[in-house]
């Protein structure tokens, strides 16, 4: 990507969004691999390879730093066992590792060749592992020990998958699967890159499969030249100085995001190593007393922290500071609205002014917020990132006038008429899904609506609408109103739970909240929540009361919470998202129920 060199400091001008996307272009070469720019010429650079790639650190172990040399060394070692095993070009590799330097090796090792990485979660079952890695041909799959036992219980219905590497050992005798470290240690430590053009698959991401079965992303090496501009924006430049780009602080980045999701890929393993800096992988369940720990013990300048995460953070200690020495310079928050009460406690409680963002696995980092460059507003989704050209659509294609909600779109040109790298190649196997994704752009000519993308087989001339409702504001901010079928009408009103929801958690006896429609026979539907308890309150009906005239006092009177019911925890995606669905879907099942009881 390129910047026009700026005059002014860009902290918070009014213009300073017009100008930063005005000045900018992307620059996407013919040829480029992403661990080319993320190990490989760090590796290269005598003054760089000896500096920190990855801090590994988990329970009960001690802190190992490693090098970028060392990374690129058992990356190519990797990388070599995999083609004597017969890995090629664009065959798909899974690796089900939590955040560690072994999975930071795979992915290095993987992109390098030209294969193609998938990234699965540790917190998938049986038919969830199933289905991606035969639906995906998987060749290999290297884990640890925490899915070995999953992986080989689902073999027998994978029948591309030839091979397993168990990153710990522990294999009994006879297992016909590989362990890392002997199968590394008979390899060498040179490795000669395979190029790649930047259109290239170099990940495949499968979504959340929240509706229906997931479908297989294909995210290609220029995606990560996409996502850096939101990523700098995302947090507060990322070290460098905004005025000239020079190296402005020591950073160091932590996410409890899982790697092998996009927020944790894409968002902070590979632009990271992209910059150069250390990441710390923690190894070990998430908990607000270890988030701080981590922080301060690593002096963790930027980060980034989901909702879930922050909620509960502040719930846990409302004043880290009086007990951690904190020292966050850029912090993003995404995958739901943060709410100002979160909000405002991380710039009073935590120094630090959270840059809520919005992407998808398709189309990654688009909008966002930019506290150093323009004022970041408590609970809004941001404005569209540089090179990105962003609108809110109705089902006509048509741009949303301000204050009407619509579908967050992004056009597949930028600003300046130039393709934009952030997208993905289209869905695995599944073209009507891909082709179902976009929609023609109204305002472009009989021609250019007839030119289509050589590798997605779509109009270029088209928006990529991504099923997400928002509105904008008379100032281009966007305000989340949750997913297309999140949204619902109750009384004839219609309802957007995340409003709701980020009302309930300012209440100090809520940690979470999620707001859903219950079927009624007279309105159609009421406002229901589920409500999970912070610690030390007890649920009763003197609570419910106290929480519904929270909201009548805050919100409008159609929305507060006809019913609350407490649970100990909400359903959750891998990615930290709140599954409204499966929520929605137990209401309706619980109605249906009722009605054939009489």
């Not at 499968?206 to 079965?213: C, E, F, L, R, V």
């Not at 988030?291 to 879930?308: G, I, Q």
Request: with cysteine; charged share 20%.
């Amino acid at each position: 990507m390129r910047t026009s060199r700026r005059s002014d400091s860009g902290t918070g001008a009014p213009d300073a969004h017009e100008v930063l996307h005005r000045g900018f272009g992307w620059d996407v070469p013919e040829w480029f691999n992403m661990a080319q720019v993320c190990a490989r010429r760090w590796a290269a650079d005598a003054q760089h390879a000896a500096q920190t790639a990855v801090i590994a650190c988990g329970p009960d172990q001690p802190d190992r730093s490693h090098s970028y040399a060392r990374l690129q060394e058992q990356a190519n070692r990797l990388s070599n066992a995999l083609v004597a095993l017969g890995v090629g070009r664009g065959d798909r590799v899974a690796i089900v590792l939590p955040q560690r330097f072994e999975t930071a090796v795979a992915y290095m090792a993987v992109l390098q060749m030209g294969a193609v990485g998938m990234p699965l979660s540790q917190l998938f079952g049986p038919e969830a592992l199933a289905y991606r890695l035969k639906d995906s041909e998987a060749v290999v799959a290297i884990c640890d020990a925490g899915t070995h036992a999953a992986l080989q219980g689902v073999r027998g219905d994978c029948p591309m998958l030839h091979t397993v590497i168990a990153v710990d050992g522990g294999l009994t005798p006879g297992s016909p699967d590989l362990d890392w470290g002997t199968l590394l240690a008979r390899q060498s430590g040179l490795f000669e890159l395979v190029p790649t053009r930047a259109e290239e698959a170099a990940v495949l991401i499968y979504t959340s499969g929240t509706t229906g079965n997931p479908k297989g992303a294909l995210i290609p090496h220029r995606a990560l030249i996409g996502n850096l501009s939101g990523f700098v924006c995302s947090q507060n430049w990322f070290g460098f100085d905004p005025s000239d780009g020079s190296v402005a602080s020591s950073a160091v980045f932590w996410s409890p995001a899982d790697w092998a999701w996009t927020g944790g890929l894409m968002d902070a393993l590979l632009p990271t190593l992209y910059f150069g800096r250390p990441i710390v992988g923690y190894n070990g369940r998430f908990s607000p007393e270890v988030a701080f720990e981590l922080l301060a013990r690593h002096r963790v300048t930027h980060s980034f922290l989901f909702p879930t995460a922050l909620k509960a953070m502040m719930k846990a200690c409302p004043k880290p500071r009086a007990r951690y020495d904190i020292r966050l310079e850029g912090l993003m928050s995404a995958g739901e609205a943060v709410g100002d009460a979160v909000f405002a406690w991380c710039e009073q409680e935590l120094g630090i002014t959270v840059n809520e963002m919005f992407g998808q696995t398709e189309i990654n980092y688009i909008v966002g917020n930019c506290a150093r460059l323009y004022p970041a507003r408590p609970g809004s989704m941001g404005k569209p990132y540089p090179g990105h050209r962003v609108a809110v659509l109705d089902e006509q294609g048509r741009e949303c006038p301000p204050g009407v909600p619509g579908d967050v779109s992004v056009h597949r040109l930028d600003v300046h008429g130039q393709p934009d790298p952030i997208f993905f190649l289209g869905y695995w196997k599944n073209e009507e899904a891909t082709r179902g994704k976009f929609t023609p752009d109204p305002s472009a000519t009989g021609v250019q609506r007839r030119e289509r993308d050589e590798v997605l087989g779509v109009p270029r001339h088209s928006w990529c609408r991504t099923g997400d409702l928002a509105v904008r504001d008379a100032d281009g901010y966007l305000w989340y109103q949750g997913r297309a079928d999140d949204v619902f009408k109750a009384a004839g009103y219609r309802i957007g739970p995340s409003e709701i929801e980020n009302c309930l958690v300012k209440h100090p006896a809520v940690a979470n909240a999620a707001v859903v429609p219950k079927p009624d026979p007279e309105r159609g539907a009421v406002v229901k929540a589920y409500v999970v308890l912070a610690p030390g309150h007890a649920g009763s009906t003197a609570l419910v009361r106290e929480l519904q005239a929270h909201v009548k006092g805050k919100l409008a009177p159609y929305e507060y919470p006809k019913e609350i019911e407490f649970v100990d925890a909400l359903p959750m995606t891998t990615t930290g998202k709140v599954q409204r669905r499966v929520l929605r879907l137990q209401e309706e099942a619980r109605y249906r129920a009722a009605q054939a009881s009489g």
